[in-house]
C-alpha cells in the first residue's frame, strides 16, 4: 500500500523559516517526479516545487529564491526547504508522487506564516 505522509508543518512568523519532508512507503521516490503543492482557504490547489527523476527541479514564480526542494533517495523522502516565508504561504501543503499512470498524495500539512 502507497503512503505520502508530509510532516514538519506548523506556525511561523514571517521571514522565519519551516522544513516540509514528504515520507514515502509502498513507492520508490527516485522513480516518480515528486511535487508539493498548497491550497490555501478558498482557493485552488497550486504547484510550489517539482523535483523529477533525473534531479531538475522546477519553481512557482512566487516561491523562486525562497524554496528549496531535495530528495534523499536513501531516507526515500523528499523535502522543501522555506525560507524568507510571507503570509501568502499559508496553506495546506501537499506531496504528490507521479509515475506514468500512477498519481499519489499525501495527507497534506498545515503551515501558517503569521504575527
Not at 491550497?39 to 524554496?67: C, H, M, W
Not at 531516507?75 to 525560507?83: D, E, F, G, Y
Amino acid at each position: 500500500q502507497v503512503q505520502l505522509v508530509e510532516s514538519g508543518g506548523g506556525l511561523v512568523q514571517p521571514g522565519g523559516s519551516l522544513r516540509l519532508s514528504c515520507a514515502a512507503s509502498g513507492l520508490t521516490i527516485s522513480y516518480h517526479t515528486i511535487n508539493w503543492y498548497r491550497q490555501a482557504p478558498g482557493k485552488e490547489r497550486d504547484l510550489v516545487a517539482t523535483i523529477t527523476t533525473v534531479g531538475a527541479t522546477n519553481y512557482a514564480d512566487s516561491v523562486k529564491g525562497r524554496f528549496t526542494i531535495s530528495r534523499d533517495n536513501a531516507k526515500n523522502t523528499v523535502a522543501l526547504q522555506m525560507n524568507s516565508l510571507k503570509p501568502e504561504d499559508t496553506a495546506v501543503y501537499y506531496c504528490n508522487a507521479r509515475f506514468q499512470w500512477s498519481n499519489y498524495w499525501g495527507q497534506g500539512t498545515q503551515v501558517t506564516v503569521s504575527s
